[in-house]
């Protein structure tokens, strides 16, 4: 028998020093006692003797994940938890994937550890309650804590990280931290009663945490798997618990028999005041009250999937008339048509088809984004043919106002809107149509039709011909 | 009025902000005060303390004042309601906050207030302590802002940069009953600002990823609240908006506040005590969502009449109205069919895939991987066990609804 002497309760470099040493040297895990100060000992053990082993004695290997294992379950109460992690340490030698076996006896066992070290520490960041005091060097907070685990050294660099420019001590039973605004120390276990038992703020936590409180929705049993009772004692704010619960529900009966308090004089004077300064939409004509008009449209149910109606944009003089499909998801957020990847590329080959931008207005079929939530992304839908239809209206609107020389129409949706007909985009492609309530119409491709393609010849094969249109729209109008 | 002292303050403003059910302070970036000024932030937010309704108190959650000219009829600091009123300066909330966050019970502030004078002017004021708390106190805890859809894009854009998160409450799940209840605001200048935020938001990382100066715009995202049970709206069309407000903003959550009765409630709204359950099936269905895989189509399908069902989880609705596809061998089926299963979560669906790797598994690992093999065990196949009929028996339902169930919260008067 091996006794080991490690310095404190959670010393995780101690044990893995010898244990390096006493996995190399082939010593079984039933001849190592390990021994903390304070912990059970056992009468008859031998001395601790470590083995001698040269350094190059061989390899030890293990995953990052198994010290970030063994470093949590140190810090576990249990008393057999350094035997526990050797026989590990052995076994993984053979079995490196062991970690994964989740529901092997060994590590079911280490992980449950590591998970009330973890769940300790969190507490211990949660229910420290600090009590300042004046000292020769200015105040200083001073807290005092009992924890469950051994899980003072894990969660002090916490502290320091949060209050580096205070000076602090945390007193537990087992162990104190102390940080002096420098550095950290430690010292033995202390009382309460060398605490501080009150603070100039308690009065007001415990205000707060009695007004926050909404004693309509009593959930006892959720306050107490949480905040285990267990650490109520160090909680200023206990306190106020046993009177809460017992008058939450007289007061939310009171709230539900009181009958309607209404200060209606005072209210009626206010909201006056407020109907009167709400700016009233100015009765514009032209586009820009055609714009402000659409944007409370109803006449098909798209609106209630989408943020907001986007219009059209263009200057009122504008002689070409380009129609897309529908605002996308970037359209939809910004309010504006085209300012998406799609817009981008059009704007591109406007410009290398040497059409002024000023000289075109652009707008979409359908004025509303159609889309299907699918966890974080919106789905793009086509419109269909009544959607079409109902946001016809609008395009009629904006024609009539425009008086365009030459319509563009891109992509199928808008064939459809603007004719009513279903063509091919394909084969009608650089032909002009004619529309019931507007004039001729050219049919070329919707821009987001060239994002879409793949391989980089089609791509560049794609936008000359998009190009080619553009100029040829140009060619049709300015000749 | 008479002068109230800041105790008092305190009780009132804390009784008026305690309806807005977020608390969270995860998911921001990581800080500390190692090179200076106070506070800290990890990846996850820590609960301080837990009030007797179950809630986290993570944040010192606050009104800045609760007088408001608006006269939203679901909340008691209604223009028309005459509770008691207070207003704290910005610089009484600074002093709290750091008073509070020194002796830790606090991760930090959530402010927000009611309407006064202006959208412009209150949204101002609440900048104003997020300003005062980053840059005269160094604070670097968590900052909630609550923001005002109607201010100024200016005063959003230097809310975003002192602060972790931004909320902006969509209230109600109906357009109509927003028009109706809340006569003052409008659902799309909501939506809109939500639009907006979504993009400087994105706009803010992508200058991130050019150079790491460049400022962090709300790094723990934006969420919202919806008030449930105060109109008629069914849980289908809950789940619904929520799904449109997920996928269109980006939320980091979407809060269910089940409607409370509200000192002088008036006469328009339910008279009773807050839907409790429903409002925690409609958490279980927003989790399937957002964890699970499943689309909104799926969870509204298993509805009756357009309401989840109170007795029995939303997954195991599911599992029980598609017995066909169970049971599932959870030797073999695929991470999505995992996640299916009554009773397994996204952890252990995924040590179990791990684990599979090497061995196969028999029920007694399952009963360790979970703590509800109970649920589970007619709906799974292992390499030693099959349920055999018992997924199809027509007792399934009885033998998988808890009996513990309460006939909803009216046993708590």
């Keep these: 028998m091996i006794a080991v ?17 006493l996995a190399m040297a082939g010593v079984a895990p039933s001849d190592v006692q390990w021994r903390t100060p304070g912990g059970l000992r056992d009468l008859f053990a031998a001395e601790a003797v470590m083995p001698d082993v040269s350094e190059n004695g061989g390899e030890l290997r293990v995953s990052r994940r198994f010290v970030d294992l063994a470093e949590r379950v140190v ?81 002090a660099p916490f502290f320091v990280d949060r209050f580096a420019a205070m000076r602090w001590s ?24 060398l605490a501080p038992d009150d603070d100039r703020l308690e009065e007001h936590w415990r205000t707060y945490y009695a007004h926050i409180f909404n004693p309509a929705r009593l959930k006892i049993a959720a306050m107490k798997r949480e905040m285990p009772m267990r650490y109520w004692k160090n909680l200023p704010e206990s306190s106020a618990i046993p009177g809460l619960i017992q008058s939450a529900s007289r007061a939310s009966e009171g709230m539900i028999a009181a009958p309607a308090l209404v200060a ?17 939409a100015p009765h514009v004509g032209g586009l820009e009250g055609l714009r402000q008009e659409a944007a409370g449209c109803k006449r098909c149910p798209l609106w209630s999937n989408a943020t907001q109606t986007v219009f059209g944009e263009g200057e009122a003089n504008a002689e070409l008339l380009f129609v897309g499909e529908q605002p996308g998801d970037k359209e939809d957020l910004a309010g504006r048509p085209f300012v998406g990847p799609a817009g981008q590329l059009f704007d591109r080959a406007l410009a290398d088809a040497g059409i002024d931008r000023t000289a075109a207005y652009v707008t979409n079929s359908v004025k509303h984004f159609k889309n299907e ?99 040829e729209v140009r060619r049709l109008v300015y000749g | 009025m008479a002068q109230l002292d800041s105790m008092a303050k305190l009780a009132v403003l804390a009784d008026a902000a305690k309806y807005d059910a977020s608390c969270a302070s995860s998911g921001t970036s990581k800080r500390h005060s190692r090179d200076g000024g106070l506070g800290s932030t990890e990846g996850m937010g820590i609960c301080h303390s837990y009030a007797p309704d179950g809630r986290c108190i993570s944040l010192l959650k606050l009104l800045l004042t609760n007088h408001c000219i608006y006269d939203c009829l679901y909340c008691v600091n209604r223009v028309s309601s005459n509770v008691q ?12 906050t750091i008073g509070f966050y020194k002796r830790n019970y606090i991760e930090g502030l959530f402010l927000s207030s009611g309407i006064i004078r202006t959208p412009d002017y209150t949204m101002e004021q609440l900048v104003r302590v997020a300003r005062l708390l980053r840059e005269d106190h160094g604070f670097k805890g968590y900052i909630h802002l609550k923001t005002i859809p109607d201010a100024d894009p200016r005063l959003l854009e230097e809310a975003g940069l002192y602060a972790d998160r931004l909320s902006i409450n969509v209230e109600l799940p109906r357009e109509e009953s927003l028009t109706e209840l809340a006569p003052q605001k409008d659902s799309r200048s909501i939506r809109k600002a939500m639009g907006g935020l979504r993009l400087r938001m994105e706009e803010g990382r992508e200058e991130r990823r050019k150079s790491t100066r460049a400022p962090r715009f709300a790094p723990a995202g934006q969420s919202t609240q919806m008030i449930v049970g105060a109109d008629a709206a069914p849980d289908s069309e809950i789940i619904r908006t929520s799904a449109t407000l997920y996928s269109g903003y980006h939320l980091k959550r979407v809060y269910y506040s089940a409607f409370s009765p509200i000192p002088g409630s008036p006469t328009a709204l339910p008279s009773q005590t807050p839907p409790l359950m429903r409002e925690h099936r409609l958490y279980q269905a927003d989790w399937l969502y957002r964890f699970y895989e499943f ?53 252990s669906v995924d040590k179990m895939i791990r684990m599979r790797r090497l061995a196969a598994l028999r029920l007694a690992d399952v009963a360790r991987l979970t703590r509800s093999l109970k649920t589970m065990r007619p709906f799974i196949v292992t390499l030693d066990w099959h349920p055999g009929a018992a997924t199809d028996a027509a007792g399934l339902v009885a033998c998988v609804t808890p009996k513990i169930e309460k006939p909803l919260q009216l046993s708590l008067f």
């Design chain 1, 75 to 155: 810090c576990h109460r249990d008393e057999e938890r350094f035997a526990l992690l050797y026989r590990m340490l052995l076994r993984l030698q053979e079995q490196p994937k062991l970690l994964e076996l989740v529901t092997d006896d060994d590590v079911f066992r280490a992980e449950n550890m590591a998970k009330a070290v973890r769940r300790e520490r969190h507490k211990m960041t949660a229910f420290v309650r600090f009590r300042e005091v004046a000292t020769e060097d200015g105040p200083a907070f001073v807290a005092w804590f009992e924890p469950e685990h051994h899980v003072v050294r894990l969660t």
């Design chain 2, 295 to 347: 689309s909104v189509d799926e969870i509204v399908a298993s509805t009756t009449d357009g309401m989840l069902d109170l007795a029995l989880d939303p997954k195991m609705a599911w599992a029980v109205s598609h017995r066909d596809r169970f049971p599932i061998d959870v030797n073999r089926a695929p991470r999505e069919m995992l996640l299916r299963i009554p009773g397994l979560g996204v952890k």
């Design chain 1, 5 to 21: 002497d490690l310095e404190h309760a959670a010393d995780f470099d101690g044990w893995r020093s010898a244990a390096r040493r």
């Design chain 2, 85 to 96: 009123r207070a207003r704290f300066t910005p610089e009484e909330v600074v002093d709290l």
């Design chain 1, 264 to 280: 209606a004089k005072r209210s009626a004077k206010i909201l006056k005041q407020v109907e009167a300064a709400r700016p009233s």
């Design chain 1, 373 to 471: 939530p699918r966890g974080k992304r919106r789905i793009h839908k086509s419109p269909n043919v009544s959607e079409i239809n109902a946001c016809r209206w609008w395009i009629e609107q904006e024609a009539a106002l425009l008086k365009p020389k030459l319509t563009i129409a891109m992509g199928a949706t808008a064939i459809r809107s603007l004719t009513g007909e279903s063509h091919s985009v394909l084969k009608t492609r650089g032909q002009v149509l004619a529309s019931p309530f507007l004039g001729d119409v050219f049919v070329t491709v919707h821009p987001s039709f060239l994002l879409r393609l793949q391989d980089e010849a089609d791509k560049r094969r794609e936008y000359e011909a998009f190009v080619a249109d553009l100029s």
């Design chain 1, 170 to 193: 945390i007193l537990t039973p087992e162990l104190c931290v102390h940080w002096d605004r420098q550095a950290l120390s430690f010292t033995p276990g202390a009382t309460r009663d």
